[in-house]
C-alpha cells in the first residue's frame, strides 16, 4: 500500500515531466545530498523515503544514519543519497512532504507521551487521518510511542452518539449490535460513548461492551465516571483534551485517552534537503 501512495504522490508532483530539472541538469550529472533536521524532535519517514528514491530512480544510493523513532537534533543528518541529480531533484520534495509530516505526528506524541510518564494511562490517536495516508500516520504514532486505538471502522466496533441515536438509543443499539455480531460471526471488540453520568448508569446495567467511551467529560466528572465503572470495563477520554489538561486527565485513573489533533493538528518537522 505504502508503494501506490508514493507512486500517486509522486504523478501528482512530476506530472508530465520535472521541467525545472530538465531545463538545466545535464542527464549524465553526478550528485550528492543530505537530509538535515532544523529543529529538534523524532525522526520518522526514513523508509518511506527511501522509497521515494528508488521508485524514481532505482540506482540512487540512499543511507540511512538513522531508524524511525529515534530523537534527532537540529543540526543531525538523518540520511544521504547519491546518483544522478536529476532524480535527486525530482524526489526531493516528495521525499520532504513524507518525511516531515511523520516526523512531525511522532515528534507531537513522544511529546505527549513523556506527559503521562509515571501513570498506567495510554495515549490513542483516532481515525481523524489524512485520506490514503492512515497506515503511515499511524505508524508514525507508534513510533512517537502512542498506541493505535481501531484501524479502521472494520476492526472493531464503536458506537458513537450518531449511532445510539438513529437506532433507538442505547440498549438497542448494544443489543443489534451484539446480534450483529452473532449473524455474521464475527469477534469485535464493542466500544460505546456515553455523554453522562446518566448514560454510564444505563451502560453498566445493560453491560454487552467491552470499552466505555467518556466523551467530552471534566475532570470531577471523568473522576467520578472512573470510580463507578471500577474495572469493569475498559475505560477511554476523549474530547478537546490538550497537552495542559492531559496529565490532569489521566491522574483520574482512566485507561486511555484518545487525542485527535496527534494526526489532524500538527506541525511538520522542519527538514532540509542540501547538496554536497
Not at 92 to 110: C, D, K, P
Not at 122 to 143: F, H, I, Q
Amino acid at each position: 500500500m505504502t508503494d501506490e501512495i508514493i507512486r500517486m504522490a509522486l504523478r501528482e508532483d512530476i506530472g508530465d515531466g520535472d521541467h525545472s530539472t530538465l531545463a538545466c541538469i545535464p542527464p549524465q550529472a553526478q550528485g550528492r545530498a543530505r537530509i538535515v533536521a532544523k529543529q529538534d524532535g523524532i525522526i520518522c519517514g526514513l523508509e518511506v523515503g527511501e522509497k521515494v528514491f528508488h521508485q524514481v530512480d532505482p540506482e540512487l544510493h540512499v543511507e540511512c544514519l538513522l531508524r524511525d523513532g529515534d530523537p534527532v537534533r537540529s543540526g543531525d543528518v538523518v540520511l544521504r543519497v547519491a546518483g544522478a541529480s536529476a532524480s535527486i531533484l525530482t524526489a526531493e520534495r516528495t521525499v520532504l512532504n513524507f518525511m516531515q509530516r511523520l516526523s512531525g505526528i511522532a515528534t507531537q506524541t513522544h511529546r505527549m507521551v513523556a506527559l503521562l510518564d509515571g501513570l498506567d494511562t495510554r495515549l490513542l490517536d483516532t481515525r481523524k487521518t489524512t485520506p490514503n495516508m492512515r497506515m503511515l500516520e499511524k505508524y508514525a504514532v507508534r513510533c512517537g510511542g502512542g498506541t493505535n486505538h481501531r484501524i479502521g471502522l472494520y476492526d472493531m466496533i464503536m458506537l458513537k452518539d450518531n449511532h445510539i441515536d438513529f437506532a433507538g438509543g442505547i440498549e438497542a443499539a448494544i443489543d443489534r449490535t451484539r446480534d450483529y455480531l452473532s449473524r455474521t460471526g464475527r469477534q469485535l471488540r464493542i466500544e460505546i460513548e456515553v455523554r453522562s453520568l446518566a448514560e454510564l448508569e444505563r451502560v453498566m446495567q445493560h453491560g454487552g461492551v467491552d470499552r466505555i467511551m467518556l466523551d467530552n467529560f471534566d475532570i470531577p466528572t471523568l473522576s467520578e465516571a472512573v470510580r463507578r465503572i471500577g474495572r469493569r470495563y475498559d475505560t477511554e477520554a476523549s474530547g478537546g483534551i490538550t497537552e495542559a489538561t492531559l496529565r490532569s486527565y489521566a491522574e483520574t485513573g482512566v485507561d486511555f485517552i484518545s487525542v485527535g489533533a496527534l494526526t489532524h493538528h500538527i506541525r511538520s518537522l522542519d527538514l532540509s534537503l542540501v547538496s554536497d
